[in-house]
């Protein structure tokens, strides 16, 4: 104490102690008091984290290992997921934050943060089906962001990176990396419609020997524009006519005529 006749002392223990003051008048009478002041243990407790990270995208494979030292046990565990546990597993990526309280009671707090790879990145350019019916089809797959190499298991089978020589759908391919991380790719080729043609109208001859014949045909489906042969494609009569115009062949003697229509993926119909 600072003094023990001053009117306001100053002290400072190092442990809880109780001072007694005692003031006297002029006439001799006294009082006396008592004065507590409280000293609280010094709270040492401290505290580490090991973090165990993410190993893939989206993953809940993180850990993270807590260690209490110079503490009094028995303690109690906050973690900002309302684990309550002193250790936590089975984590996503984020941000973690524990609060530890000892039997002192003392309160202490740590965060720790669990990080995660980045996500991965998988897009293709795909070929699409020329003629309908055919296995003209292409995928090229190209994949990012993860640790080489990768295995490919696609869901017709295939194990290679690209697909070829195949028809219309949806593909659907898992990307394995050599972390043993996987994602999932999916992806549709589409064919045009069917090529077609129809008859819309014939005018027959009148009389035996004529070659005034004439028919109307018309294309549909397919991609157009369209070609018209009605000699198997050896020459084309009319080219590049727009989809939905009919076509004329007139001048024509008795007999049939078989036309050929070729659309701009050089499919043919007859």
């Given at each position: ?80 997921n309302s684990a309550t ?13 524990v609060t530890v309280i ?66 219309d759908g949806a593909y ?99």
């Amino acid at each position: 104490m600072s003094s023990a006749t001053a009117s306001n002392p100053t002290a400072a223990p190092t442990t809880t102690t109780t001072y007694t003051v005692t003031v006297t008048d002029l006439g001799g009478c006294t009082a006396s008091d008592a004065v507590i002041i409280t000293v609280n243990n010094c709270c040492g407790t401290t505290l580490t984290t090991s973090v165990t990270q993410v190993n893939c995208p989206g993953a809940s494979t993180g850990a993270i290992n807590l260690t209490v030292t110079l503490g009094t046990a028995p303690y109690t565990y906050n973690w900002s997921n309302s684990a309550t546990t002193e250790d936590i597993s089975v984590l996503p990526a984020g941000t973690y934050t524990v609060t530890v309280i000892d039997a002192t009671p003392c309160t202490v707090t740590a965060t720790a943060i669990v990080t995660a790879p980045a996500a991965w990145s998988i897009t293709s350019v795909n070929t699409n089906i020329t003629c309908p019916c055919d296995a003209s089809g292409a995928i090229n797959l190209s994949v990012s962001g993860a640790t080489s190499p990768y295995t490919y298991l696609w869901s017709s089978g295939a194990t290679t990176e690209d697909l070829s020589l195949i028809v219309d759908g949806a593909y659907t391919v898992t990307v394995t990396d050599s972390k043993s991380c996987t994602a999932t790719y999916t992806t549709t080729l589409t064919e045009p419609a069917q090529l077609l043609i129809s008859l819309v109208s014939q005018t027959n001859l009148n009389c035996f020997g004529q070659t005034n014949g004439q028919f109307v045909v018309q294309a549909s489906g397919g991609v157009g524009p369209f070609d018209y042969s009605n000699n198997g494609g050896g020459t084309w009569n009319f080219t590049d006519v727009a989809g939905g115009t009919p076509v004329t062949y007139s001048g024509l003697s008795a007999g049939t005529v078989t036309i050929t229509v070729r659309d701009a993926n050089s499919c043919l119909t007859h």
